[in-house]
T-cell receptor
Framework: KAGVTQTPRYLIKTRGQQVTLSCSPI?????VSWYQQTPGQGLQFLFEYFSETQRNKGNFPGRFSGRQFSNSRSEMNVSTLELGDSALYLC???????????FGSGTRLTVV | QQPVQSPQAVILREGEDAVINCSSSKALYSVHWYRQKHGEAPVFLMI?????EQKGHEKISASFNEKKQQSSLYLTASQLSYSGTYFCGTESSGTASKLTFGTGTRLQVTL
């Protein structure tokens, strides 16, 4: 079956711009989580959505937001980009409670 | 709060064994283990649930001590393909609404 699909794979943006990243989970997986990965901070939790509701949010500023659609696809948005937002953004989907996560290949965001 | 992994890095010769530890300050419902190779996404290895048994197969297994909020990943007779960064992920609620990853352990297996 198809895995988790993230688009785009690479993005280069300028400081101050905004960006939208997309994630299509594995069919049947209703939980979608987003992570930011950087060499210094590792995997940092951004937020998690289930049935179009954000159930949990990490310690990121309000410039980071997300949403989930009725088909479980999810998007995350970063507004007013800063240089420090350069990172690999990973999306993961799972069944609820007691199952592993399947990660997408990620979107590599570079802010210049 | 982020779980703490130890060691931070380890170098093994092929065929040697390794243990990676993960410790949390919070009561846990589950512990996940993932391996990430350079330039790739993390790949799920196994999950251990509160009240569950030690899991894994012959060469890679893990244990979960609920009372100590600790888990260990055991790599036996390591192979070159085991190289990568290993992350534990901890979840407290049982709803899969927040998986917090550890600091990572870089494992390199050499000939």
């Amino acid at each position: 079956k198809a895995g988790v699909t993230q688009t785009p794979r690479y993005l280069i943006k300028t400081r101050g711009q905004q960006v939208t990243l997309s994630c299509s989970p594995i069919s049947g997986h209703r939980s979608v989580s987003w992570y930011q990965q950087t060499p210094g901070q590792g995997l940092q939790f951004l937020f998690e959505y289930f049935s179009e509701t954000q159930r949990n949010k990490g310690n990121f500023p309000g410039r980071f937001s997300g949403r989930q659609f009725s088909n479980s696809r999810s998007e995350m948005n970063v507004s007013t980009l800063e240089l420090g937002d350069s990172a690999l953004y990973l999306c993961a989907s799972s069944l609820v409670g007691g199952y592993g996560y399947t990660f997408g290949s990620g979107t590599r965001l570079t802010v210049v | 709060q982020q779980p703490v992994q130890s060691p931070q890095a380890v170098i093994l010769r092929e065929g040697e064994d390794a243990v990676i530890n993960c410790s949390s300050s919070k009561a846990l419902y589950s512990v996940h283990w993932y391996r990430q190779k350079h330039g790739e996404a993390p790949v799920f290895l196994m999950i251990l649930l509160k009240g569950g048994e030690q899991k894994g197969h012959e060469k890679i297994s893990a244990s979960f001590n609920e009372k100590k909020q600790q888990s260990s990943l055991y790599l036996t007779a390591s192979q070159l393909s085991y190289s990568g960064t290993y992350f534990c992920g901890t979840e407290s609620s049982g709803t899969a609404s927040k998986l917090t990853f550890g600091t990572g352990t870089r494992l390199q297996v050499t000939l």
